[in-house]
């Protein structure tokens, strides 16, 4: 019999919650097969089996919060799997009776069965919640889920089957009601693992960090002239990599974090550690939330491996397939609002990085340039930084440097 115990993900991670379990008690499963999926702080962790047999046993249910060395279910490696059940036609027919004893006879009661409707078959819920519903004669259509995606869970049914008991008549007095939600008026849904944790690290940053913010805005006329030049031929020379604004930024970045190392440190202890490595991390929007992959070592990688790397890490995220080696260990961050519409914001620092670079939304303003006024593309960037470890001088630094090398993007191959 081997355990089936919740891994040690990573030494942030204590904890998570089990989200859907891809084996049954009775299905059969084979070495290093996938068979439940944990949601972490960070990421969606796939627990696999380390033995070959039979799942005999679930010890914890979707929903449920586990510790890292929770043993969860167990397999049997000398059971066999279940075999289905036969159906009811399939059975063998009994005897029939004497007609008289058939006369004589009454109907035998019949215990409630309660079918899933065509409605249950449309909600989407577990198999544990499925079950608990036929045993309640709950109708699953009726349950009010706390998933914010919807899946009816097990603890849904659950509350959904005890909650309108009539208060018995006691001399006792009554304990203080609490302030009930008005469902008319509000939804209340409950934040997810990571929308919780997301929560608790942008207050701790807010809290423990001198965050200043400061702002240029950028020309990107020759930049959007380049890219149209060269995207065609970039795409065919790359195997169908897109060429994006992202690696320009990228390269531009990585250019101003070698010429102001301090943008590219962080506080440990009573030590300021500067990084020697530049790992990019791009902020990635998701359905669940905000996520930072990292492009790793991005001053030894051209724009095609950067363009690259973001694609690729923006789909693991949006399939939640990211591992926590593609979040962990950032030395500086990007995040673009202007892809949802964002003229200017001021973007909080991640983690225990000491800047974040904030792009924007491409707008046509006028502007002076030399005698005349001309409509250009503009764009407005921001730079928030701690400035405990970052003073402004280089932070505006930083930025014009940032700005000049969009604005003249042929600079960008001789810092290369």
Known sequence: MADIIVPELAESITEGEIVRWVKQV??????????????TDKVNAEIISEEAGVLTEILAQEGDVVEVGAVIAKVDANASAAAPAPKAEEAPAAAPAPKEEVKEAAPAPVAPVVEETTSNERVIASPAARK??????????SV???????????????????????PAA???????????????RVEAVKMTRRQQTAARKLLEVSQNTAMLTTFNEIDM????????????AFMENHEGT??????????????ALKKYPAVNAKIVGEELHYNKFFDVGIAVATPDGLVVPNVRDTDRKNFAEIESDIAELAVKARNKKLALSDLEGGSFTITNGGV??????????NGDQAAILGMHNIVKRPIAVGDEIELRPMMYVALSYDHRIINGKESVGFLKMVKDLIENPEDLLLEA
């Open 26 to 39: 009775g299905d059969s499963v084979e070495k290093g097969e996938f068979i439940v999926e944990l949601e």
């Open 132 to 141: 608990l519903a036929r045993e309640k004669g709950i109708d699953l259509a």
């Open 144 to 166: 009010s889920p706390v998933d914010p995606q919807g899946r009816v869970r097990v603890q849904d049914v659950a509350a959904h089957g005890t909650a309108p008991a009539a």
């Open 170 to 184: 006691s001399k006792a007095a009554p304990a203080p009601a609490t302030k009930a939600v008005d469902e008319s």
């Open 221 to 232: 006329t020759a930049v959007m002239a380049l890219r149209k030049r060269k995207k065609d």
């Open 242 to 255: 897109k060429l994006g604004f992202m690696s320009f930024f990228t390269k531009a970045v990585t250019a």
């Open 340 to 349: 949802f519409g964002s003229l200017m914001s001021t973007p909080i620092i």
